[in-house]
């Protein structure tokens, strides 16, 4: 499944990196700790870049983008198991957390790029992700050869959907968006119903049944606000 992945772009991974950040790195002599220093500079990015969609939707100061990694974190870890009693097996929900931190982590260097953006396609988006991934595992792997194929093994897993957890943490995904969407309605008073049609692509019955009480919600505030 791996194999559809590809990084052939002419995208640089280093294009979006800080010149401080790039300074640093160059000033210093290549070795294990300054490697993996490097690499935690470069995922602090993901908590200063804001989430395109709600930038696009005029939301002044919206989340970055490691609010909703670690939102999606912390709600995979609460999911029932019994839940999934019935199903040919009962998911790890720690595979699911470490999923859900690392699913959107390409986007450090890559930006969060929305669908509908113009310039850059599906497909070129795929392209720069996974070249973006390569890139910052290389890094870890100065460090770490397990941790670094760890991470890599978990952003793959989701990318290519291959396992139970990566289709829940997917359905999270979906969900944190859902929830997020209602927390800005509630906090702007304006409705934002394009967000909502997310809610049909969520597979797994228990995150459709917490989905649909958070939709309940939302119909109930848009009723009693006359929105
Ligand atoms: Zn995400």
Known sequence: ????LSAE?????????PQDVMNYI???PFNKYTQINFFFQLVALLKTQKRTGWLNMGIENPESISDHMYRMSIMTLALDPKAWESSERVPDFGKCSKIA???DIAEALVGDIVPHDAEIDKVEKSKREYKAILYLCQIIESYSAESAHDIKE???DYECQRTLESTIVKDIDKFELLVQTFEYERMHNRRMDEFYGCRKVIKNEEIKKIADELISQRDEFIKANKL
């Open 1 to 4: 499944m791996t194999s559809t």
């Open 9 to 17: 772009t002419s995208w640089d991974p280093e294009s979006n990196i």
């Open 26 to 28: 160059k000033s210093k």
């Open 101 to 103: 931190l690392v699913h």
């Open 154 to 156: 978990c952003w793959i």
